[in-house]
């Protein structure tokens, strides 16, 4: 059985928030036992803060989106289009900040944080496709 | 469904939510940890608990921040690009007659120097030390048991944005010796400018031949960094990585595990900085050996005394080459007179004796600005108001200047500028109040005729005696000099010609301080006692004077301004010589309508030097050579 675009961007959020949650219990627990590897490297605190909020943020728009999808985007195929962009998204850019806090050096981040101007991009890209669906049904309406 | 069903997306579940802490403690093994690395760098040992200021950091970082903004964080650096301030820019720097050309190899730093025999040799920079006034630079050389660093013949002048030799920079005459201060780091700069150091002389025995010596030198960080105040962190960042060890030391208000120098007595407060701002041997001496291994025993919170003798005018030399070697670097009273003796002057002061006063009643490690660490609010006359508030209600009644003016404010009275650094002249922290009796008698500058340049010692006995003294003859003046000058002869002449290397160079910087001119009535005479202190054999009271001079004459016709930049201290002694002729000659020129009347007895009416009488006022001179390196 195939499952819809909603469905999955639905599963997509909740399976985001239930890593990013823990995700910032952990970074307080590095603060609480002061884990110097982490405090220690300013660029890594921010780049795994970062990640921790786009994962739950992400993960939110994730939910939000996939319940009124439907009733936004009319048109399967363009919907189906922004929330498979839309779930990309949520899940590149927390990879990519996590990724590019794990083995930098200093004041660069390592290469994975190259995963979060790829996700940026389909993020935006959904936006755009979202709006402008959403225009077309506003004035066809 | 059954529960069976259920539990592959349960166990999902589960391990989804475990996935982030796994994942970041996996992640952290393999991070770059910033303190681990530093611990691991050349020359940094992590002995006697010394943790590193990175450690420091992650708990304080507002106080990180405000400490790596100072100049004691830079006092010792690896010669990187970020750290190295002298322009290595390939252009050839002629010095005392020989050339030198600092230059780059990618982000290598090079100086070519002379060597015997009209050669050339490259030596590259490993270390930089310094960064506020100048910045010393040293080469690694290797020798058959280690390594260790000596320094190279030139400075960079931040001030000036010039290099300097470093024959020039110290107070001592002028010697061809090209390489006369090619100091071991190791065994001098490392115990003041680092934390936690460790020279580590490998067998005490070579140290009878220099070329033998060798070191396993660690520190427990470049620069003068937290644990140099703090003590030793290691115990502290352990205990205080647990939260509720964290909250209990807040709910006592101070952890017992680290020193806070704010909750130390006066005495102990003003050790941490005494450490090093106090020159010292040993208590007892016999400790020289173990400090040239395992370094100072020392340790903030301690008393500074039950380690360290500091040095006083008394304290017997250590070498019979050079009976006066201590003796030299204090005026005749016992009073310091160079820079790295303020422990002395602070603690030989009444503020500090009868009161409380420590370094950081006036001076802040992390806050104002970085260039003397005082906060705005203490700077100028509320350091001393803070205090004596009575006085700050009504400044001039006290000190019967006008207000505003230099000679009512605090420090040019009772800290003057009387200290002698790298070319430049400090304030005394000796806080006291002027006795002319006492100055003139220990030959020491004496803070009125610091300004007032035209004045005797008995005329400032005489106004301080009517102005504090109620007329009962509290102030004296001197019954004779130490250089013999006749007392009706203005002190700051008498001392600028014929004092010792040390009051020369104070009085050629004091007479191109903005208060002499308002306060010296014969400006004629200043400039040109000064002129004839270019012909002075110690290069830095050359400069000195050719600096107050450059001050003085700032708005002076043209070709006397372009004379002055032209001189250079460092020059040929013929070259120099002419030069100052010449400027002898310019400033008569141009000095009649400038100055009116002539009233010194070392200028005569046509505004040329009375040479007769300057060169009896510098056969006074002692003769005695002041050598003083740091």
Redesign the interface.
Known sequence: MTRSPEDKTFTVGL?LL??????G???E??H??????????AL?REL?TLAHAHGNLLGILCLVLASIATRCWPDAGARAFVLRYLRLAAILMPLGF?AG??????GDPSYGIVLVPIGALFLVIALLRAVLTRSRSDASA | MTLSSHLPMRLL?IL??????V??VL??G???????HESERALIHRQDDYVGS??C???HPDQHASWARTFHRTMTQRAEPQNVVGAFDGRSVELFGQRARPHRDGARFLLDLPTAGDGVRTAEVALAVGSRRYQQYFEKIERPDGECFQRLPLLWHVGAQRWMHLNGVFLEPDDDNWSKHASIWNENCIFCHNTGARPGIVDLTTRADPSRRAYDSHVGELGIACEACHGPGGAH?RA????LARYAAHQQGVATDIVHPGKLDHERSTALCGQCHGQRLPSPHERIAAWLQTGPTFRPGNRLVEHVEPLSRDTPSLTEDHPTLFADRFWGDGTARLTAYELQGVTQSPCYARGQLACSSCHVMHGGDPRGMIEDELRGDRACTQCHAAIGNDVAAHTKHAVGSTGSQCLDCHMPRTVFGILSIHRSHRIEVPDPRRDGEAGRPHACTLCHADRTLAWSAQAMDRWWGGGKGRYQAPAQRPDGVALDVPDALASLLAGDAVQRAVYADALGQAGVAVATRDGAALRVALIATLFDAYPSIRYLAAQSLSRLEAEAPAPMRAAIAAFDHTAPAAVREAHSHTLFQEFAAHAAPRFGAASSPIVRADFTPAMDVIVALLNKQSGRVIAIGE
């Open positions: 399976w239930l890593v990013s949650v823990p995700l219990l952990t970074l627990a590095l609480a036992l002061k884990v110097q590897v982490y405090l220690a490297s890594r795994w996590f806090g794990v083995l930098n050096y200093e | 579940a989804a939510m475990a996935a982030a802490p994942t970041v992640a952290l393999y991070c770059h940890d910033p303190v681990e990175a450690a950091a992650s708990c960042a205080q990585q647990d939260p």
